[in-house]
């Protein structure tokens, strides 16, 4: 797994405790997603918003 360290452990204990579908409005879990759409790791179904946009400068 290449996302972030502990999100696959925590995506393998939604899914054991009945979650089958999260979503994520921060954009990190977009490559979690890839892997446990394509069976490579096990975890709910993640629908994610993607990397915020916002103006420069956050104004």
């Known amino acids: ?3 972030w360290p502990g999100m696959g ?4 204990q939604l ?5 089958t579908t ?3 409005l921060g954009g ?3 490559q979690l997603a890839a892997e446990t ?3 490579n790791s ?3 179904r993640i629908i994610g ?6 103006p420069s400068g956050g104004l």
Do not use: S
């Not at 452990?9 to 393998?12: G, N, T, Y």
């Not at 899914?15 to 979650?19: C, I």
């Not at 918003?49 to 916002?54: C, E, L, V």
């Open 1 to 3: 797994m290449t996302c």
């Open 9 to 12: 452990k925590r995506a393998e």
């Open 15 to 19: 899914l054991a405790t009945g979650v």
């Open 22 to 24: 999260a979503r994520d």
């Open 28 to 30: 990190l879990l977009l």
């Open 37 to 39: 759409a394509g069976g």
């Open 42 to 44: 096990a975890g709910p």
């Open 49 to 54: 918003a993607g990397t915020p946009i916002t």
